[in-house]
């Protein structure tokens, strides 16, 4: 299993980013897929999943109405459409093929600050 995230920067609190994540070495489009993050000196959060179809997303109560996740099976690509970013965002962001991130891939910084 490979998966490589980019997309990462430092933003401004209220801009925007969008997350991506290739996926390689297993059948991407039979699998649910996640994102989770990890913010300085704390550990993994889940942020949000999709259905290996993209009939079902979930999101963490901290992200829900302002990050989108979807995928494109054609791709092997998982994204992350983040809007309305706050300090708080700041991590280190991983995609996984669970919700632990057990199966993560080496990740991509986002920081948000002024």
């Known amino acids: 299993i490979q998966l490589v995230e980019s997309g990462g920067g430092l933003v401004q609190p209220g801009g925007s980013l969008r997350l991506s994540c290739a996926a390689s070495?297993?059948?991407?489009?039979?699998?649910?897929m996640s994102w989770v993050r990890q913010a300085p000196g704390k550990g993994l959060e889940w942020v949000s999943s999709?259905?290996?179809?993209?009939?079902?997303?979930r999101y963490t109560d901290t992200v829900q109405g302002r990050f989108t996740i979807s995928r494109d099976n054609a791709k092997n690509t998982l994204h992350l459409q983040m809007n309305s970013l706050k300090s708080e965002d700041t991590a280190l962001y991983y995609c996984?093929?669970?919700?632990?991130?057990?199966?993560r891939g080496q990740g991509t910084q986002v920081t948000v600050s002024s």
């Open positions: 996984a093929t669970d919700v632990t991130g057990l199966n």
């Open positions: 070495g297993f059948r991407f489009s039979a699998n649910h």
């Open positions: 999709i259905s290996s179809d993209s009939r079902y997303t």
